[in-house]
T-cell receptor, first 112, second 111 residues
Framework: GAGVSQSPRYKVTKRGQDVALRCDPI?????LYWYRQALGQGPEFLTY????????KSGLPNDRFSAERPEGSISTLTIQRTEQRDSAMYRC??????????FGPGTRLTVL | SQQGEEDPQALSIQEGENATMNCSYK?????LQWYRQNSGRGLVHLIL?????REKHSGRLRVTLDTSKKSSSLLITASRAADTASYFC???????????FGTGTRLKVLA
């Protein structure tokens, strides 16, 4: 595709439910990144992949958060047993390695 | 962590004036990116500057990098109301592709 796409764009869920957020990077981009952004703040690093390998997951807040990129393309960020504090904009970006990162439109997650 | 710290946190100028934002970081970097974000919307990439570069230009934007001082600056010349946005720097730690964003500079350009 022309850019990074994310789905769903909006997700409302009840506390305790699991959610899966999807990111489809720009075709051919080796690196894929997940960020979380609260209102008025900069994007907070969560994790990133080179191809299918998760290179760094130091930003994942706790073990309820996990991410995968099994075929080195599409990635899924999963949050288990969601809590209200998980409400935020989740952003995905991709790049050709150590090069410009292009961001997707984000998924707005609201946990009731 | 390799967080970019922007300064000032907020800046208000008149249309036509120049705006300068600064970014400082702590350790060696591969490169540093600048982004713009309008009112919590999408992040738009502005410029990437590599550690072996000192200055880059793109239209009305000029970015400088001083690795000895571990700092970068973004200059917007002849600002317009449409430049009103938050601006973020994101340095990447040397040896990784990991970028850490700061809290940004909120620029307001008054018409």
């Amino acid at each position: 595709g022309a850019g990074v796409s994310q789905s769903p764009r909006y997700k409302v869920t009840k506390r305790g439910q699991d959610v899966a957020l999807r990111c489809d990077p720009i075709s051919g981009h080796v690196s894929l990144y997940w960020y979380r952004q609260a209102l008025g703040q900069g994007p907070e690093f969560l994790t990133y992949f080179n191809y299918e390998a998760q290179q760094d997951k130091s930003g994942l807040p706790n073990d309820r958060f996990s991410a995968e990129r099994p075929e080195g393309s599409i990635s899924t960020l999963t949050i288990q047993r969601t809590e209200q504090r998980d409400s935020a904009m989740y952003r995905c970006a991709s790049s050709l390695g150590a090069d410009t990162q292009y961001f997707g439109p984000g998924t707005r997650l609201t946990v009731l | 962590s390799q967080q970019g710290e922007e300064d000032p946190q907020a800046l208000s100028i008149q249309e036509g004036e120049n705006a300068t934002m600064n970014c400082s970081y702590k350790t060696s970097i591969n490169n540093l990116q600048w982004y713009r974000q309008n009112s919590g919307r999408g992040l738009v990439h502005l410029i990437l500057i590599r550690s072996n570069e000192r200055e880059k230009h793109s239209g009305r934007l000029r970015v400088t990098l001083d690795t000895s001082k571990k700092s970068s600056s973004l200059l917007i010349t002849a600002s317009r109301a449409a430049d009103t946005a938050s601006y973020f720097c994101a340095p990447s730690t040397s040896g990784t592709y990991k970028y850490i964003f700061g809290t940004g500079t909120r620029l307001k350009v008054l018409a």
